[in-house]
Nanobody, 123 residues
Framework: VQLQASGGGLVQDGGSLRLSCAAS????????MAWFRQVPGKEREFVAGIRWNSGSTYYADSVKGRFTISRDNAKNTVYLQMNSLKPEDTAVYYC?????????????????WGQGTLVTVSS
């Protein structure tokens, strides 16, 4: 499974961005897609996850109510709509795929990773 993330960029405090993650290859072997983020010197942290089949979602408390994860099964693509962005949302965002049916929050629970896309929120 290959994951290609895109959509990062520079945005002002309070602005919006939409990230995309296109999956290819043996995507039928994965059940959950998620977004993580990482800033230099810190561990990669879970942001949001979604199940391919049911569309059920789970969010980190820090983004709940501001970010929305969704998927387009026909396009094998997952999106992360980010609204009301804050400077503390600045990070490299990674998409990940898991063969598990559980929306895990730990990086070890994911089997495939995209290359990351940088989101910078200026104050």
């Amino acid at each position: 499974v290959q994951l290609q993330a895109s959509g990062g960029g520079l945005v002002q405090d309070g602005g919006s961005l939409r990230l995309s993650c296109a999956a290819s290859g043996r995507t039928f072997s994965t059940y959950v897609m998620a977004w993580f983020r990482q800033v230099p010197g810190k561990e990669r942290e879970f942001v949001a996850g979604i199940r391919w089949n049911s569309g059920s979602t789970y969010y980190a408390d820090s983004v709940k109510g501001r970010f929305t994860i969704s998927r387009d099964n026909a396009k094998n693509t997952v999106y992360l709509q980010m609204n009301s962005l804050k400077p503390e949302d600045t990070a490299v965002y990674y998409c990940a795929a898991s063969r598990s049916m559980v929306i895990g929050i730990a990086t070890r629970q994911y089997d495939y990773w995209g290359q990351g896309t940088l989101v910078t929120v200026s104050s």
